[in-house]
């Protein structure tokens, strides 16, 4: 090889200077190049967990709470005009039933029209998605055009053009509930009395009108749409609120069953003069008190139609035999109770009445019996010095505060037979021919 072909020291060292400045100065720039979709990537999913809540421009959905139960309760009382007796009350006996039920509760009475808005609006506001929205209102409430509105103690009318600009409507409280996406929202209306302004108004329709009920949404009145509330006789409450605060802590009850029980319940205390009103878009299943609160007294399924009076209406019990319901097992005395105290739906003397429970058909049973006068006194002492009322709001239904026959003759006598009174859980007797109620039981087995 030439000497030109053999390259020289300096030309060697200038070659790997070149090689050592490219590695220097290339590197980096590929490494960053590398680094950028990473910065990116970063910076877009930073981006992806900004919400529009972050700029202010919306409302994110807030992070469902099905526990969550909030109430707004409110009874107007101290009207200017036309003042009414017990709708305060009934607000301070809902709020304090429905706090026994977990609720947060806001309780107000006698309000303005400036702090009844005030109250609608921070109860939109403590809703929660996916909770229970519960609104209560006791008061003076009217219908105008098919819209229903609820009457400010301080509000004057002089004409019914007034009202949009001097009530509250309805529809404010269902829109605010619709906007929190509660899994159920319910609203209960206990103001169907008279319109206080008639003599300003020219339309005289009564009462409110019926409402569309949104989804996931149950509207309750007091009264048909169109008909008129009783504000009470004689007690604090008044008819309808009266009913719905006992039935509400009943274990075990649905929520469409505590207002369908209530509704039986007015009807037949009002001798049909009120005929409460529901209206529902609800599918789900909510109970006010779980069927775990239960006591000793275990549920059975049966069932919810009106019950066969003769082992001859096969038919009707094959048809009602799927539906579901409830009698009570009670396990202290291995004796099985109907759950309904008045299956009969009439009182009769002591030999119809015997006739009618051995007849009894009742669950997939046969075996029906009158109580003996020892076991129905037993059964009544559970609900102390007022049975019907204890077991009125344990789980039982339609037990009387009358007068129940038992099986047992009185002493030797073959005219009389032994009684419980269950308005006061008393033992007496009576001649066999007078009418009372029937509540039959059997052995269990």
Not at 28 to 48: D, F, L, N, R
Not at 238 to 253: C, D, F, I, S
Request: hydrophobic share 35%; aromatic share 10%.
């Amino acid at each position: 090889m030439s000497d030109f072909s053999k390259p020289p020291i300096s030309r060697l060292l200038i070659a790997a200077l070149l090689l050592l400045s490219a590695f220097v100065f290339v590197a980096p720039v590929t490494y960053a190049a590398e680094a950028v979709p990473i910065k990116k990537a970063k910076k877009a999913k930073k981006a992806a967990t900004t919400t529009d809540d972050d700029r202010g421009l919306a409302v994110v959905e807030k992070n469902r709470d099905s526990s969550k139960r909030v109430a707004l309760v409110i009874g107007n009382s101290s009207y200017k005009s036309s003042p009414l007796k017990n709708p305060a009350n009934d607000a301070r006996t809902m709020a304090r039933t429905l706090r026994k039920l977990g609720f947060d509760v806001d309780e107000k009475t006698d309000l303005n029209y400036f702090q009844f808005n005030e109250a609608v609006e921070n109860f939109g506001n403590r809703l929660k998605t996916g909770g229970v929205g519960l609104f209560y209102y006791a008061g003076h409430g009217l219908q105008v055009q098919g819209n229903n509105y609820l009457v400010p103690v301080d509000t004057k009318m002089n004409s019914e053009n007034e009202v949009r600009y001097k009530a509250i409507d309805a529809g404010l409280i269902l829109a605010k509930m619709e906007m929190a996406k509660s899994d159920i929202n319910i609203v209960v209306l206990d103001a169907c009395r008279d319109n206080p302004f008639t003599r300003s108004f020219r339309s005289t329709s009564r009462g409110l009108a019926n409402m569309e009920a949104p989804n996931g949404t149950i509207i309750a009145y007091a009264t048909a749409p169109g008909k008129t509330a009783s504000d009470g006789e004689g007690g604090d409450n008044g008819l309808y609120t009266a009913e719905l605060v006992r039935v509400l802590e009943t274990p075990g009850l649905k929520v469409e069953d505590v207002f369908k029980r209530v509704l039986k319940s007015v009807r037949e205390k009002s001798g049909n003069a009120q005929v409460p009103w529901l209206s529902t878009s609800f599918e789900g299943d909510f109970y006010f008190t779980s069927p775990s609160s239960m006591t000793d007294l275990q549920l059975i399924p049966n069932l919810t139609q009106p019950l066969p009076k003769t082992t001859q209406d096969n038919v009707t019990l094959k048809k009602m035999a799927s539906v579901p319901e409830l009698i009570y097992a009670d396990s202290s005395t291995g004796l099985m109770w109907a759950r309904n105290g008045n299956i009969s739906d009439d009182t009769m003397n002591w030999s119809d009445a015997m006739s009618w429970a051995k007849n009894l058909n009742y669950g997939g049973y046969n075996d029906w019996r009158l109580p003996t006068k020892e076991e129905l006194e037993s059964f009544s002492k559970r609900g102390g010095n007022r049975p019907s009322k204890w077991f009125n709001a344990n789980g039982f239904d339609a037990v009387q505060s009358a007068y129940y026959w038992s099986g047992s003759n009185f002493a030797s006598s073959t005219d009389s037979a032994c009684f419980v009174g269950m308005d006061y859980g008393y033992v007496s007797s009576c001649y066999k021919y007078r009418s009372l109620y029937v509540w039959p039981v059997r052995s269990g087995q």
